[in-house]
């Protein structure tokens, strides 16, 4: 298998359980009520914990540089 093709793989893997997460968090928002926002953010501390156990430290580290560095590119595009 290629590098490109692995890489591929991986990216639709990784859409995957996005779209899985995204739809448990959706129902965790809207069951929590006004609690909304709060759940959000201890979603992310949950999924970085479990992440960790899941996976390692520079793992998870590397995954959250990647992940604020898009998220200062859209904040870069929404005030142009």
Not at 14 to 19: D, I, M, N, R, V
Not at 41 to 57: F, G, K, L, Q, R
Not at 62 to 76: C, K
């Amino acid at each position: 298998m290629s590098k490109d093709s692995t890489n591929q793989t991986a990216e639709a893997l990784f859409e995957k359980a996005l779209s899985v997460a995204e739809k448990h968090l959706e129902a965790a928002i809207k069951e929590g009520g006004v609690l909304g926002p709060y759940i959000a953010v201890a979603m992310i501390e949950a999924a970085v914990n479990t992440a960790v156990d899941e996976t390692s430290h520079e793992d998870v580290i590397d995954m959250l540089r990647d992940l604020a560095a898009q998220i200062e590119a859209d904040a870069d595009e929404s005030e142009d």
